[in-house]
């Protein structure tokens, strides 16, 4: 508890040193060894807060930078594992900021961690943690980016093909009833029509039998002339002589 308080301690009095240096705007010596030295004692800080989790995080929520930084070395330690140390560093002056890139060792991949402190006012500007990947994990990550990129490209084009194959579906289906219903009112229209031609063809060629088969009826009838009936159709009977009689 007492390790605890005394890294809460040491972070606080870093952030109180940054918020005086931004009222009196007093100018930071570039001392590279002690530059590394100070962001070395101030990841290794920085790791044992993360190390007791959200609640001891939490305390620091209102120092913007400071908390940046815990959540950016939370989500780093995944693929870095085992914190193992520092190996040296360099620190660079860009104009009015001092970049301060510390080399991190790990159980499973290394990393960078950089700090950004403002020059007139030795306040933390930001700190980020990058992890170190070989060529082939990045060549895999890039790989894996695409496939997946490209798959939900694929997977979207596929189902809006499938939207639109059904509303071709459904259109079909109610044309193909339309038209059902419009070839069976026209077949009933022309039914009529066609047993007439039917009839006038099966007559034409009987004109003798149909005035001979007439006139037996009109005789049979006991009238002296077909005009009260006409012959539509002569059908040949399937039935036998000894039936008809």
């Not at 530059?35 to 800080?45: F, V, Y």
């Not at 994990?137 to 059904?166: P, Q, R």
């Not at 005789?219 to 002589?241: C, L, M, Q």
Request: proline content about 1%.
């Amino acid at each position: 508890m007492k390790k605890i308080l005394a890294v809460l301690g040491v972070i606080t009095c870093m952030i109180g040193l940054c918020a005086c240096g931004q009222k009196e705007t007093a100018q930071l010596p570039v001392n590279e060894s002690e530059l590394l030295s100070g962001c070395e004692t101030m990841l290794t800080n920085i790791n044992m807060i993360v190390a007791q989790g959200e609640e001891a995080m939490s305390q620091y929520v209102d120092y913007t930078v400071v908390y940046d930084g815990f959540l950016s070395w939370q989500s780093a330690l995944e693929d870095i594992g085992t914190y193992n140390g520092t190996d040296g560093g360099t620190v660079t002056v860009k104009d009015d900021e001092i970049v301060v890139d510390l080399n991190v060792l790990g159980s499973e991949h290394n990393a960078v961690v950089e700090f950004v402190i403002d020059q007139a006012s030795s306040a933390w500007l930001s700190i980020s943690a990058n992890v170190t990947y070989s060529f082939g994990e990045l060549m895999t990550k890039a790989a894996l980016n695409t496939v997946i990129g490209m798959g939900t490209v694929f997977v979207v084009l596929i189902f809006i093909s499938l939207i639109i194959s059904c509303f071709g579906l459904l259109s079909k289906g109610g044309s193909g009833k339309a038209d059902k219903e419009a070839a069976a009112k026209s077949a009933a229209e022309a039914d009529p029509v066609v047993a007439q031609i039917a009839q006038k063809e099966e007559l034409a060629g009987d004109e003798e039998l149909v005035a001979v088969i007439a006139a037996a009826v009109a005789a049979y009838e006991g009238s002296g002339s077909t005009d009260g009936f006409v012959v539509r159709s002569i059908r040949k009977s399937n039935k036998s002589k000894w039936q008809n009689a």
